[in-house]
Every structure is written in C-alpha cells, then in structure tokens.
Nanobody
Framework: QVQLVESGGGLVQPGGSLRLSCTATGRTFYKYTTAWFRQDPREFAAGINRLGSSTYYADSVKGRITISRDDASNTVYLQMNGLKPEDTAVYYC?????????????????WGLGTQVTVSS
C-alpha cells in the first residue's frame, strides 16, 4: 500500500497562492489515481487519473486550482491561485488503484495526514 505525505500548507493572504505537494513512498504514483480532498467530512477538490491523462475539479475551485503529477519525483502537486478565505481547510491527498477519478472519499484506500491551509488577512 502506498504511503502519502502532504506538504506545502501555510498561511496566505486572500488572493495569494500556494503549491501543495503529495509524495508517495512504497509504490509509485503512476499506478494510482490520486485526488485532493479538503475539510472534514472530506470534500473533493481535484483529481488526476492513473494514466495522468485526465484531471477533474470541483466547481468551487475550477479555474483557480491545478493538479499535476511528476512521475520522476513520485509527487502530485496542487497549485492553488486566487485563494479565498473559504479555501481554508486541511487538505488531504488520497489514492486508489482504479483507473478513474472518483469524487467520493470512501473510494480511496490510501490517505495522507493532511496539511493545513489558512487564507486570512
């Protein structure tokens, strides 16, 4: 089972940017579909399929957030721009072996511990 570690969270002013990272150990990301969730209960934010060919976004973040994957470093990124106070949350990285992105947290089998993002002036 893959182990996931998130990093990159912090305090940022409204309108600012952050890049979150999710690094996998144990196995490689190209074998997994990966997604970012936030809050608790966990709300889908973005996902990238196992092949890395398709990305998906929640309507609330579309146009402001980009998910990407670097297979060489075994890392999935979440670039967040134009941050708003309502984006404040703990962000979790999750993976599943299925080929397709699901927006349901229950469909993911591996989770990181999360990284806190706070958007405030």
């Amino acid at each position: 089972q893959v182990q996931l570690v998130e990093s990159g969270g912090g305090l940022v002013q409204p309108g600012g940017s952050l890049r979150l990272s999710c690094t996998a150990t144990g196995r490689t990301f190209y074998k997994y579909t990966t997604a970012w969730f936030r809050q608790d209960p966990r709300e889908f934010a973005a996902g990238i399929n196992r092949l890395g060919s398709s990305t998906y976004y929640a309507d609330s973040v579309k146009g402001r957030i980009t998910i990407s994957r670097d297979d060489a470093s075994n890392t999935v990124y979440l670039q967040m721009n134009g941050l708003k106070p309502e984006d404040t949350a703990v962000y979790y990285c999750a993976s599943r072996t299925n080929d397709y992105v699901s927006q349901r947290a229950l469909d993911y089998t591996s989770w990181g511990l999360g990284t806190q993002v706070t958007v405030s002036s």
